[in-house]
């Protein structure tokens, strides 16, 4: 086929259940788009059996697969870490050789993104990258995502400060586009289970109140566990029924899981799950009073169904925040409190008709719109941002 009437072919990675559930709805405007060429690489925790083997997700959905790229080390520490980078960069290097995109999509902040932004980079193909522009003070996202951010040449931010955030770093006004977050399409375009089909779906009897907890282990402390002593110690001592999802697979996650468990095995009313698909969990976000813990699903997607959510500790320091987010530090006593303020009735009606700050559900056209849209020429090369007179500066 002439390269000039050929589909445009974008690439997209993918690493983990939780980068999946906000690209669906953009793979799927891109997979039914008539001038786009979609491939899917998939790396990391999505071809592990530990955490769910969630490649066979993607499977069933049918987005086309160009590539396995096996690399997740069974670590529970941050040289693991560091070595899936590692690893992963020699994985991908061989399989955009064998199926180079014109363009790759990035998402957010995982630290295994590193890998494709370095090898897209070292074989000039340019990076859109979706979610720059925010802030999370409390892990090495905070790093990877600004990384990234300079490393890609189109961006879609999820809100308008994160807009001008990476216009402040120095990248092309052009360039930069407020799409809203795509995870928040689900809320809008996806089929959500009612209460009767997720407690099908899930095998429970959801109870009031009940609490969704999602904890992560905080990637920018030297014992990234430092502050679950605090959730922990206040999880056992409620009477809420509580429903926990996997940690991420960061150094520590291992002896979360553990933790998790060991709890969940004493205390009544308490459940854990592996992964959960996008469509469940969304559903879940519906129908549970609260949600408790330090995942960024808490900053932006709960907003979206008015969830009350005690958000614990550092890991989401400096993220956009709206109304539903009770911020404590990782102290039982102070947890605990949070709790009965998050499930009270006075709380709860204080968030009526309450806006989210990261969109409305339409970012999957934006994006794809300008992905199709956007010259290539010329596109790896960026203008250098003019320097302040050196009479401004401190």
């Known amino acids: 086929m002439n390269d000039e009437i050929r589909p445009r ?19 799927r405007e891109l997979a039914t788009h008539p001038g786009i060429e979609l491939g899917v690489w998939v790396m990391g925790a999505h071809l592990s059996p530990e955490f769910g083997s969630t490649v066979r997700e993607i499977e069933s959905d049918g987005f086309p697969i160009h590539g396995r ?9 941050d040289t693991g870490m560091a070595k899936t980078i590692g690893v992963a960069i020699l994985g991908l290097a061989d399989a955009l050789s064998a199926n180079r995109p014109d363009l790759l999509l990035l998402i957010a902040d995982r630290y295994e993104i590193l890998a494709p932004a370095s090898v897209a980079c070292a074989m000039r193909i340019p990076i859109a990258h979706i979610e720059g522009g925010e802030i999370s003070q409390g892990a090495i996202d905070d790093a990877v995502r600004n990384a990234i951010t300079k490393l890609a040449h189109v961006h879609f931010t999820s809100t308008e400060t994160a807009r001008r955030r990476v216009i402040a770093m120095g990248e092309e006004p052009w360039r930069v586009h407020h799409a809203g977050a795509p995870s928040l399409d689900h809320i809008k375009r996806s089929m959500l289970l009612d209460r009767a089909a997720l407690e099908a779906r899930l095998g429970i009897s959801l109870m009031h109140p009940a609490l969704l907890a999602a904890w992560h282990p ?9 502050e679950a002593d605090s959730l922990f110690s206040a999880l056992a001592r409620v009477t809420d029924q509580l429903i926990f999802v996997y940690p991420n697979s960061d150094a520590g996650s291992r002896a979360l899981i553990d933790r998790t468990r060991a709890l969940a095995a004493v205390r009544p009313h308490t459940r854990v799950f592996v992964n959960l698909d996008a469509i469940t ?12 813990g330090n995942s960024s ?5 709960a907003a979206s169904f008015a969830l009350p959510v005690v958000n614990v500790g550092m890991r989401q320091q400096g ?6 987010i009770i911020d404590t530090p ?17 709380f709860k009606q204080s968030l009526v008709g309450m806006a989210n700050p990261y969109g409305d559900g339409t970012a999957a056209k934006t994006i794809v719109r300008v992905l199709a849209e956007v010259p290539l020429e010329h596109l790896l090369i960026k203008q250098p941002t003019p320097l302040p007179n050196e009479a401004d500066l401190p």
Not at 69 to 77: N, P, Q, Y
Not at 218 to 226: F, M, P, S
Not at 319 to 324: D, F, P, S
Not at 338 to 344: E, G, K
């Open 319 to 324: 993220r956009e925040r709206a109304r539903n």
């Open 69 to 77: 790229i096996e690399c997740l080390f069974s670590s529970d520490t």
């Open 297 to 301: 699903s808490g900053i932006m997607e």
């Open 281 to 292: 969990y969304w559903s879940l976000l519906g129908q549970v009073d609260a949600m408790v």
């Open 218 to 226: 905080v990637t920018i402390l030297n014992d990234t566990n430092a």
């Open 9 to 27: 072919r974008i690439g997209v990675i993918t690493t983990s259940r939780a980068d999946y559930s906000h690209l669906y709805w953009p793979l």
């Open 330 to 346: 990782a102290d039982s006593a102070m947890i605990l409190a949070a709790l009965v303020r998050a499930t009270s009735l006075e």
